[in-house]
């Protein structure tokens, strides 16, 4: 499979990220924000082993819909039998880093900003709950559109970031959902 530039690729920079937690050298942070932006990649373009890649030996994941996963062979089959599917899908997601705390230099909790995005154009699908006042009955007739909030739990082992744990949810919290 080719791979495709990465929807809403605009030329604007992307967000600078709030940190917080324990001081941390901007290369951590410039770091992190390339994973990110390597797992983001790897799921648009449904690179199974690159987004596999991102993950720990041990970690912890637990999906959108709370399906635990332990351990990265669970993880893997996992991936590897829902990812593959999606290289037909219309929709993808882009990832936008919020926020990292540094817990320690070499531990860091990452909040991203999920959106679910067109193929095609690259517009944002969650833009339908924008304003809306009764986003539950949009949420039933454009599910697709329904963004997520995952937070990463980052190792640094040998100078590489890799995920520890990760939580994957979607955003069904209506105030945050209209509020863009």
């Known amino acids: 499979m080719n791979a495709t530039p990465p929807v809403n690729s605009g030329t604007s920079p992307a967000p600078v990220p709030t940190v917080i937690g324990v001081p941390a050298p901007q290369e951590d942070v410039d770091a992190i924000v390339a994973f990110v932006a390597r797992i983001e990649h790897a799921q648009q373009n449904v690179l199974a082993d690159a987004f596999l890649d991102g993950f720990r030996e041990d970690a912890l994941w637990t999906t959108a819909h709370g399906k635990r996963l332990t351990g990265l062979p669970e993880i893997s089959a996992f991936t590897r039998t829902v990812l593959p599917p999606q290289a037909g899908s219309p929709v993808t997601a882009t990832y936008r880093v919020d926020l990292i705390l540094f817990i320690r230099p070499d531990i860091a909790a990452v909040k991203i900003r999920q959106r679910p ?64």
């Open 117 to 180: 995005a067109s193929r095609d154009d690259g517009r944002f699908l969650d833009e339908v709950f924008h304003g809306s006042k009764d986003p539950s009955a949009l949420m039933a007739a454009h599910p697709e559109a329904i963004p997520g909030t995952p937070t990463y739990v980052l190792a640094k082992d040998d100078g590489v970031w890799r995920i520890a744990a990760a939580q994957n949810t979607q955003v069904l919290d209506t105030e945050t959902l209209t509020a863009g």
